[in-house]
């Protein structure tokens, strides 16, 4: 596995491990987001297994767990059990909004064989109350480039916090049900399913899950992941 790892304020370092293990690879630029904790994410390594792309935020960077207990790893976990010879990219960067995802997509795709797109992006749109019609636009653009890269896309649904009014929230969870629809796209109806509220499942901060937190979201994930693998190998 390899993984786009943001750390707050700090530049990704150039770090060569094990066989098996998440890989860093040398520093490089991406896109400018408005947050202030996004660090330049990783260069891409070539590998020649087919790729699939957590294209996402701080949720899908793992923010404040281990390396290994991110999403992305635990699914490359699952892979790996399962007999699936594919190589799972994190490619989550913190504070990411849909804007900045978009910005670096066709960047973060630039390593060749990406057959499944897992796109989580939109909470800090949410969080910030960005406008819903730009976060949707935002979206569709980046499955429809995936799309014309023949990339299956898993849409991770995401909910606004209640501080923005009854309707925002209502139009914020409309956007992920309307792109899946559109673009008869594969859809988690909400990523933090299970999680969210729950003090024992996150982290002090009440947004990111824990250890705990996290293998939910993961199992969350491979139920709607497994269909997409399981076509893309028999393709």
Not at 64 to 77: D, H, R, T
Not at 161 to 174: H, T
Request: aromatic share 6%; with cysteine; glycine share 8%.
């Amino acid at each position: 596995m390899r993984c786009f790892r943001a750390a707050a304020l700090v530049a990704a370092a150039a770090l060569a491990i094990a066989p098996g293990a998440c890989r860093r690879a040398p520093a490089g630029t991406t896109a400018a987001t408005a947050a202030t904790d996004v660090s330049p994410a990783a260069q891409p390594v070539e590998d020649s297994r087919p790729k699939i792309v957590a294209l996402g935020d701080s949720l899908t960077a793992g923010l404040g767990l281990p390396e290994s207990q991110s999403y992305p790893s635990l699914l490359q976990a699952d892979l790996d059990r399962g007999g699936y010879h594919f190589d799972v990219v994190n490619a989550g960067v913190s504070g990411d909004t849909s804007a900045a995802g978009l910005a670096r997509l066709d960047w973060t795709l630039q390593s060749g064989n990406v057959k499944i797109l897992i796109l989580e992006l939109g909470a800090n749109d949410g969080l910030r109350g960005l406008p819903v019609a730009q976060m949707q636009q935002n979206l569709a653009r980046i499955i429809e480039r995936a799309h014309e890269q023949h990339i299956a896309v898993l849409l991770l649904g995401m909910e606004a916090p209640p501080n923005y009014g009854v309707e925002y929230a209502r139009s914020f969870r409309q956007v992920y049900r309307d792109l899946a629809s559109r673009y008869e796209t594969t859809l988690v109806p909400f990523m933090l399913d299970g999680v969210a509220g729950r003090a024992d499942l996150n982290q002090p901060d009440g947004i990111h899950p824990n250890t705990a937190g996290t293998q939910i979201v993961a199992r969350t994930i491979w139920q709607r992941l497994k269909p997409l693998v399981d076509a893309a190998d028999a393709s």
